[in-house]
């Protein structure tokens, strides 16, 4: 059963980019550009250089989570790609993905993502707890691999279900009238909450032979304590509404004394005097320092 898929690509100043991830798309799919009010010409770029792609040019920075569903609201699409601007589709993965929906019972679906030295990249996990809120935040995720699991099922090309794939190459069924996306989510978890929501309704799946190289946190670059504090907040988000206001305070402690451990571990090794390391400590500081109440959308 052929259906129609709609990729929706939300952009914030990452012109290059997206440039180059609508380069890699064909004119099979609907494809449709969130533009979150970039500075740096992107969304005159997507008008200039590709005039079949549907853009909606926002004047406000909304975020992940309703720029999607902006976006959403005015496919046509039986399916959606949710795509990043710095993900690259191979010829044929979008494909690859949509095939798997012809299972009524498959309800998300996730492509395998390469870094660009063309190696692994983490885009499935096991549920989000507290336990392994605890272990990222300690270090000893990587000792004990309890939350990402793509090295374990991307074993062949066989589509494998999962727990959670990753936001930045998403596709699930179009529901028309309903949001899909939380927007109580700024940047980051709201990928965690959607396949929480729906895996209790269907499947989900990792599906190795649709392939797409990404390029990890592009807009989080700029300011890397940004990222990791609106990723902090996110998990904190997500605790209040799926487990209460306890989980969540439990939540936010953790995340702070990770960010404490890591602000030690810096200030130690910039007796080094190495330029990286004392970038590090002014990172975990202000993460440390940041507010705790309400979304950081700065």
Not at 182 to 209: A, N
Not at 222 to 246: C, M, Q, S, T
């Amino acid at each position: 059963m052929t259906q129609k898929v709609s990729v929706i690509i939300v952009s914030f100043s990452t012109k290059e980019k997206l440039r180059r991830c609508l380069e890699c798309l064909d004119d099979q799919h609907e494809v449709i550009v969130v533009d979150n009010a970039s500075n740096d010409g992107s969304a005159e770029m997507v008008a200039l250089s590709f005039p079949t792609v549907r853009l909606l040019a926002e004047a406000e920075n909304w975020g992940f989570s309703k720029a999607n569903n902006l976006g959403a609201a005015i496919a046509s699409g039986d399916l959606l790609l949710f795509l990043n601007s710095d993900a690259y589709a191979d010829p044929g993965a979008i494909n690859d993905l949509a095939k798997v929906f012809d299972d009524p019972k498959v309800v998300v679906a996730g492509g395998k993502l390469l870094n660009l030295d063309g190696s692994l990249q983490n885009s499935t996990s096991n549920e989000l707890t507290l336990w392994r809120v605890l272990l990222e935040q300690t270090f000893l995720e990587k000792i004990f691999h309890s939350y990402w699991t793509t090295s374990t099922l991307a074993v062949n090309d066989e589509p494998i279900d999962t727990a959670q794939v990753m936001g930045a190459c998403l596709m699930v069924r179009n529901q028309r009238q309903s949001k899909i996306w939380d927007e109580r989510y700024f940047l980051y978890c709201e990928d965690t909450d959607l396949c929480y929501r729906l895996g209790s309704t269907g499947k989900i799946l990792y599906v190795p032979s649709a392939v797409f190289s990404h390029e990890l946190g592009s807009s989080s670059k700029r300011d890397p304590w940004k990222g990791i504090a609106r990723y902090n907040a996110g998990k904190e988000l997500y605790f209040a509404i799926h487990h209460g206001v306890i989980a969540k305070l439990c939540c936010l402690l953790i995340d702070r004394m990770g960010a404490l451990l890591r602000l030690m571990v810096y200030l130690l090794l910039s007796v080094t005097k190495k330029a990286q390391y004392r970038a590090k400590v002014g990172t975990f500081w202000k993460v440390l320092t940041c507010p705790i109440q309400g979304p950081p959308r700065f």
